[in-house]
C-alpha cells in the first residue's frame, strides 16, 4: 500500500516516497499538517472562485446574447405592422 502527501507547493496528492514532486518538481520538505492544511484550502478556495467566475462570465454572454436575439425580434415585429 502506497501512502501519500501533499506538495507544500502545488498542493496535489504525490507519493511519501518521492523526494520531487512530479507535478511541479519541487522538493518535497517535511510536512507541517496545519501549513499543508491551510494551503491546500487556499488552493481549493481560489479554484472555486476562478469557478464562479467563468460561470459568472458565461452567463453574461449568454444574456449579451439574448438581448440581442431580443432585439432583433422586436425590430422584425416592428418592421411587420
Not at 511519501?16 to 517535511?30: A, R, S, T
Not at 481549493?44 to 438581448?67: A, H, S, V, W, Y
Request: some cysteine; proline content about 2%.
Amino acid at each position: 500500500m502506497n501512502f501519500v502527501c501533499v506538495c507544500r507547493c502545488c498542493g496535489r496528492t504525490i507519493n511519501q516516497e518521492f523526494l520531487y514532486c512530479p507535478w511541479c518538481g519541487k522538493e518535497k520538505v517535511p510536512e507541517n499538517d496545519d501549513y499543508v492544511f491551510e494551503n491546500v484550502m487556499r488552493q481549493l478556495e481560489e479554484k472555486q472562485i476562478d469557478g464562479r467566475n467563468r460561470r459568472l462570465i458565461d452567463i453574461k454572454n449568454r444574456l449579451n446574447d439574448l438581448e440581442q436575439d431580443l432585439d432583433y425580434l422586436v425590430l422584425n415585429a416592428e418592421s411587420h405592422k
